[in-house]
């Protein structure tokens, strides 16, 4: 069982570090269809720099061993920016097609996060630190 939630783990969170480094560069460097997207979404284009780092730094936490709280806030941080994301293609009337890719990045964010290995939870570090 523990191999096997490994896997999924491992290739959840890889899936999800490639979605949102791309998404994360794609923002970054302002490519004209994402920046006609956030134009139409309704938000100003410095919003896709912020996303744009944020999202690259947080595959970086996810992907290095140990800090634990960071990852948590990372998890929560995709989940957020995505649902956002739905939101906001439901807000202005877009069609279902739009919300592919955010909802798949949603369902990845989730199974990463919970098919992380003990090592990489943030109870488990406390209770490591305790024994210590």
């Known amino acids: ?6 896997i999924i783990y491992w290739i959840a969170t890889i899936w999800l570090a490639l979605g949102m480094t791309s998404t994360g560069i ?11 997207m956030m134009t139409h979404l309704g938000y100003p284009d ?15 936490v996810l992907l290095i061993p ?15 920016a995505m649902s956002g994301a739905v939101f906001s ?5 877009d069609a279902a097609k739009d919300l592919f890719g955010p909802v798949l990045l949603i369902v990845l964010t989730i199974v990463s996060w ?19």
């Open 26 to 36: 794609v923002q970054i460097i302002k490519m004209k269809e994402e920046a006609d």
């Open 1 to 6: 069982m523990e191999k096997r939630n490994r």
């Open 66 to 80: 140990r800090f634990p709280l960071l990852k948590e806030w990372t998890y929560a941080g995709f989940f957020f």
């Open 46 to 60: 410095y919003f896709m720099t912020i996303i744009g780092v944020w999202k690259i730094l947080g595959v970086v």
């Open 89 to 93: 293609h439901l807000a202005v009337g």
């Open 114 to 132: 919970y098919f992380r290995p003990a090592e990489r939870r943030l109870i488990a570090s406390q209770h490591l630190t305790k024994a210590m």
